[in-house]
């Protein structure tokens, strides 16, 4: 997969250099380019942004450098066409679902505005060109679409073939299909057996893997129903019997 950022501070997205989008890129399994945005201003200032029509609050990310920037990456009669991520306060949420879909593109190019966004007619003049997806991360206002990048890119990296471990596995994810399917992990535990005088549940010392399994669904519908009972209404109630919800 190839992976293309625009952005006005491109040192935000350094993260994307170490642990397992770092991993990734170093095996091969993810090509990661960075873009300054202000390269394609050229104005003695370099500037990428200006008062908004109509009025309002902050500023509005001009369309020039833009349509510039996204044209250098991809340019319209160039190999291929990426599909265009543009994080925003209004988008669609941003789920495991949508990481699975996009985890499945050869080729993401992800647009984080600043100040108060992209002029509109950056994104309806893209989508004549390619698939364009406004995606927020989350109910919160954020300065800026850099963290939502970080974010994004790391949740379809750990998706990619090859990329985690044998050890590690998203079969077992929160939102992934199967008996754990939209319930939240349960606790974790590792040596010592005890600790502060805190003993790790008996039952993961057992050895009985179904009791062990048994366990861990039961403390995941316990923490689910505490923190995120949202999701126990997706679940059939062939899932959860009553005693399950009660508990
Ligand atoms: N993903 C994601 C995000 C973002 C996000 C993503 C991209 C950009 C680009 C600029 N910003 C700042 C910004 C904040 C608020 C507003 C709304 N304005 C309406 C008029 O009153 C002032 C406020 C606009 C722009 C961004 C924020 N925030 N939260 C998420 N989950």
């Known amino acids: 997969m190839r992976i293309d950022v625009v952005s006005i501070f491109p040192e ?17 399994l993810l090509d990661v380019r960075l873009h300054q945005l202000r390269d394609q201003a050229h104005d003695v200032h370099r500037t990428v942004d200006d008062t908004p029509y ?4 902050g500023m509005v990310m001009k369309p ?19 599909r265009l991520i543009v994080p925003t306060p209004s988008g669609r ?5 949508l990481a699975v879909e996009l985890a499945s593109e050869p080729w993401l190019l992800f647009a984080p505005a ?23 991360i989350g109910d919160y206002v954020l ?6 990048v970080l974010v994004m890119v790391e949740a379809v990296a750990r998706l990619l073939p090859g990329v985690l471990g044998n050890a590690e ?24 057996a005890e600790w502060r005088g805190r003993e790790v549940p008996p039952v993961l010392l057992s050895g009985n893997h179904g009791a062990i399994a048994r366990w861990r669904r039961d403390q995941a519908l316990r ?15 062939g899932d959860v019997d009553k005693h399950d919800r009660a508990a």
Do not use: H
């Not at 109509?54 to 609050?57: A, L, M, N, S």
């Open 114 to 136: 600043r100040y108060e966004g992209i002029d509109r007619r950056v994104i309806e003049d893209a989508a004549t060109r390619m698939r364009v997806d406004e995606v927020s």
């Open 223 to 237: 923490r689910t129903a505490e923190n995120r009972p949202d999701l126990l209404e997706r679940l059939t109630s």
């Open 54 to 57: 109509g009025g309002g609050p």
């Open 64 to 82: 020039e450098p833009w349509a510039a920037a996204l044209e250098a990456v991809a340019p319209p009669d160039g190999e291929g066409v990426p």
């Open 143 to 148: 300065a800026g679409g850099e963290v939502a």
């Open 169 to 192: 596995s998203v079969r077992d994810d929160s939102f992934a299909p199967g008996a754990m399917a939209n319930l939240l992990e349960g606790p974790v535990y590792t040596k010592p």
């Open 93 to 97: 949420p941003f789920t495991q679902e």
């Open 12 to 28: 935000y997205l350094a993260p994307l250099d170490v642990s397992l989008v770092g991993k990734a890129r170093a095996k091969g």
